[in-house]
């Protein structure tokens, strides 16, 4: 197993993981990386969404190395917002992927209920959350449900060419994950709604024009096919297990979970399992509540 940043990282790798510096915005750096892999699981984010490489050219660096299998975590807004301009990259590398040659699987989530940890600071010194359309519900993802999809779908050696739409087990608002974290802290927690320029100001000190925009419309007028809980996360196949069918877990935030180091979540990662495995590696646990055949742990990579 191989971890591959831009930078060294400042949290502690598993067991039997190593760490490779390199940028999937110069596929020319992912040799070492993806060298021995049979499987890889792709995860563009940063400024390699506005730029970069041709996505082509990260799959022909995997399948020079040995890669056959890939796994691209894409987005819901590419299939139900398939004209959205800040999804452009995304598209192009779901395009890459699935022309790729390789085995391949293309997971969608939706929102991520992590983005809850925009609130921290005005929740840890006053209680209070500040958000736009408190009344709006969406089906926000736990990205710990996206991982385990994810390691399912790494290892297994059939089921290729599906994408999957992930999302959590019911939509809440805004203001009750507000009401949740009071809940978890034992606190009154006030919420404080925004209006969407007031919302618009606040998020263009840290993210493009474009994305704001858009990340509004979808927040505050979410389409119907954003609105319910994807189908995929009861997907079943009569030969494997495509998806975890256990419930998702709920967007109820978790002040006791780890928190992700500064600049941790924007980091792009990569993690290339060698054949042999061996060096203490363990394979992920399975998702409870996946019916069928077991198969066997095989290693995999994350760029």
Request: charged share 25%.
């Amino acid at each position: 197993m191989t971890a591959v940043t831009r930078n060294a990282p400042s949290y502690d790798l598993p067991e039997g993981a190593r760490h490779v510096r390199a940028d999937l915005a110069d596929p020319s750096t992912l040799g070492a990386a993806v060298t021995g892999a049979d499987a890889l699981f792709l995860l563009p984010a940063g400024e390699l969404l506005g730029g970069g490489a041709p996505a082509t050219e990260v799959l022909d660096v995997a399948r020079s190395g040995g890669v056959c299998r890939v796994t691209l975590l894409s987005s819901q807004v590419t299939g139900v917002r398939p004209g959205a301009p800040t999804h452009g990259r995304l598209r192009e590398f779901e395009e890459a992927v699935r022309s790729s040659g390789l085995d391949w699987r293309i997971l969608r989530p939706g929102g991520f209920a992590s983005n809850a940890y925009a609130w921290a600071e005005t929740v840890r010194t006053r209680r209070t959350v500040h958000a736009p359309f408190a009344e709006v519900a969406l089906p926000v993802v736990d990205p710990a449900d996206i991982g385990a999809v994810a390691a399912v779908v790494l290892r297994e050696q059939v089921n290729a060419g599906q994408t999957y739409e992930l999302t959590g087990p019911t939509p809440v608002t805004p203001r009750a994950q507000a009401k949740a974290l009071a809940g978890a802290l034992g606190e009154e927690v006030r919420f404080l709604e925004l209006s969407r320029e007031q919302a618009r100001e606040h998020m263009a000190r840290f993210m493009p024009e474009p994305v704001v925009d858009g990340t509004l419309d979808i927040l505050g007028e979410p389409l119907p096919s954003e609105r319910r809980v994807a189908p995929d996360i009861e997907k079943r196949s009569s030969a494997v297990r495509p998806v975890p069918s256990r419930p998702g877990r709920p967007a109820t935030p978790r002040p006791s979970g780890r928190r992700p180091a500064d600049g941790e979540a924007a980091e792009k990662t990569t993690r290339a399992g060698r054949g042999g495995g061996g060096g203490g590696e363990k394979a992920p646990p399975t998702p409870r509540g996946l019916g069928g055949k077991k198969t066997p742990p095989k290693p995999g990579a994350h760029l």
